[in-house]
């Protein structure tokens, strides 16, 4: 649904998703499909990050017409030649990429950047104190426009014009090997002859670093270059971690797509000293997650691009339809909350109305107000909130208290805020009632016929109490549900956090409850 509202982005003139270059053949669509764009980015969205913020739309005519001329040294001569001394950087700059970066790096480290090119990361890293730089590139031209730009400002760097894949130093001479966009520029697809030259790129960077050393690799992290990295790192034995570098904020301007930057951090072991270690680090100062394969790793990577893609179109187009997410538990890796962004573009609101969140009593998710697309709706409309986010709690998962909630939910439900929202702004947490309301489990089994099912006891409105029958092949429909009576509650089996310290009255049909986050 995120994928299908990519063409808001593309500017006047340029007519169904077609971007047409100066020589009249090329489109967005070819040029992404050359920069081997993985299969759930929107071609055209990739294209428009990449090229646009990197290069310019004016200078799309610079980028080759085969993918293979990325690792060609003509090619990048051509293109250096053509653009002149201008910056041109992959995934932005040292400040961005600081934080993932730094604790990796030593100032006494002696430190290989391969795939240099005219990027300022190497300038603002000595000037930042990590003065012990060797810059290679195949670019006989732009090694010689940086050497003479920093011959006299940086005199202890040095710039050479060098092959990644057949580099002329000795084993084991440098601590860290720091690489921006190269090896996304080498392995432009999947096919074999491709492959091998990452390989080949691989083992030359293992060979240059020492036993410890670290190989930084800034990517976009693309199924194949990742597979093709974390298999080959972890089958010498190497210890590999993956952090996500921030994305750009939502105050970005409209037209600008922003992925996720992704840094490889490959630490060189010795041979039998650990076992297979993969983690990612996804948020700034959470603890690595370790992942058992592979294919665990690839695929908590890819999530985590494809809410990006979804945060960026919620901040281009408010007018996008009810869209849903799952926040999962760090620790057993289940849902934990169900999110569903609602909006009402059209809704005249005051300033301090622009976001809020609505949190769903525990056993009332099934409600025709909080589980169904046009209930939403009507719930934000009512509430009068331009951009509504409700939270869905799940079975099976342990809620202490509306404060808990909101003290977990804060981070993450603030990136889904509209454009437009102050930062200082204080956000509104809505409720039924004030709490998080009751769902006693009573009974949990498995049928030949319907699979796995429970029998809980829910609070609904009106502190009224319901047993219901729930399939979990459909655990948003109640199969059958009959109210209590008050003699038939057992004392003690039904029992929830009440806590209104902090909550306030705001207007809504029937009792709402808000406490300001």
């Not at 992290?221 to 974390?230: D, E, P, T, Y």
């Not at 030949?448 to 609070?459: A, M, N």
Request: charged share 25%.
């Amino acid at each position: 649904r995120a994928r299908a509202h990519w063409a808001d982005a593309l500017k006047a003139g340029e007519k169904n998703g077609a971007t047409v270059y100066e020589d009249g053949e090329r489109s967005a669509k070819s040029v992404a499909e050359r920069l081997a764009v993985p299969p759930y980015f929107s071609l055209a969205e990739a294209t428009l990050l990449v090229l646009r913020a990197a290069i310019g739309m004016e200078e799309l005519r610079l980028l080759p017409r085969r993918a293979q001329d990325f690792s060609s040294a003509a090619y990048w001569e051509h293109f250096f030649r053509e653009r002149g001394e201008r910056a041109f950087e992959w995934y932005g700059e040292w400040e961005e990429l600081r934080e993932a970066l730094e604790r990796y790096l030593r100032p006494r480290d002696s430190i290989l950047v391969v795939g240099c090119g005219n990027s300022k990361l190497s300038e603002q890293l000595y000037d930042d104190g990590y003065q012990n730089i060797v810059n290679v590139d195949i670019s006989e031209l732009v090694i010689k426009q940086m050497g003479e730009r920093s011959a006299h400002l940086r005199p202890k760097m040095t710039y050479l014009v060098m092959d990644v894949l057949q580099m002329d130093f000795p084993d084991g001479c440098f601590q860290v090997v720091l690489d921006k966009g190269t090896l996304d520029a080498l392995l432009t697809d999947g096919e074999e002859a491709t492959l091998a030259r990452g390989e080949r790129m691989f083992a030359e960077i293992g060979r240059v670093l020492q036993f410890g050393g670290r190989y930084l690799c800034v990517s976009l992290a693309q199924v194949h270059i990742l597979k093709a990295a974390v298999e080959y790192f972890s089958k010498e034995g190497w210890m590999v971690r993956i952090h996500q570098a921030s994305w750009k904020e939502a105050t970005a301007s409209k037209d600008e797509f922003a992925l996720p930057v992704f840094v490889y951090v490959m630490t060189k072991m010795k041979p039998g000293s650990a076992s297979q270690i993969l983690e990612l680090c996804a948020e700034k100062h959470d603890k690595p997650i370790r992942f058992s394969s592979l294919e665990h790793l690839t695929e908590a990577v890819k999530e985590r691009q494809q809410y990006a893609l979804l945060h960026s179109q919620l901040n281009k187009n408010p007018n996008m339809g009810d869209v849903s997410l799952d926040l999962c538990s760090k620790e057993s890796g289940q849902a934990r909350y169900t999110l569903h962004v609602v909006n009402c573009p059209n809704m005249e609101v005051s300033r301090d109305n622009l976001f809020a969140i609505f949190i769903i009593p525990q056993g009332r998710e099934t409600e025709w107000l909080f589980g169904t697309e046009e209930g939403r709706k009507q719930l934000a409309a009512s509430a009068g909130f331009r951009r509504l986010v409700t939270v869905a709690l799940h079975r099976d998962q342990r809620y202490e208290s509306m404060e808990a909630i909101q003290a977990e939910l804060s981070g993450k439900v603030m990136e889904l805020a509209p454009r437009g929202l102050q930062a200082q702004q204080k956000v509104p947490f809505l409720s039924v009632g004030g709490d998080i309301g009751i769902r006693t489990i009573q009974h949990r089994d498995t049928s030949s016929l319907s699979g796995e099912y429970v029998i809980e006891d829910v609070k609904g409105d009106d502190a009224r109490y319901f047993r219901r029958l729930i399939f979990l092949s459909n655990r948003n429909v109640v199969q059958s549900e009959a109210r209590l009576s008050s003699t038939a509650l057992c004392k003690g089996e039904i029992c929830g956090v009440r806590d209104r310290s902090s909550v306030r009255e705001f207007p809504f049909p029937k009792q709402v409850q808000a406490a300001v986050l």
